[in-house]
């Protein structure tokens, strides 16, 4: 039987909605489901090789998060 997780990783437009207060606990949960590497590498995924409208925003979620 395969098992499915429905937890859905955040995308840029979700980690741009959070406030500032909200976002150590935000990575502090990526953290706890060791999903951190895999979020920044998807925004950097989308920096690199995405439209431009997709760079922005995922350029502007890794500064809200604090890595540039």
């Not at 429905?6 to 979700?14: H, K, V």
């Amino acid at each position: 039987m395969k098992h499915e997780t429905a937890y859905e990783l955040p995308t840029a437009t979700n980690i741009l909605s959070l406030e500032s207060a909200e976002m150590p606990g935000f990575v502090q949960e990526c953290l706890r489901t060791r999903s951190l590497s895999w979020v920044v590498a998807e925004l950097n995924k989308s920096i690199l090789s995405g439209p431009e409208e997709e760079r922005d925003e995922a350029r502007k979620a890794l500064e809200h998060l604090g890595f540039i």
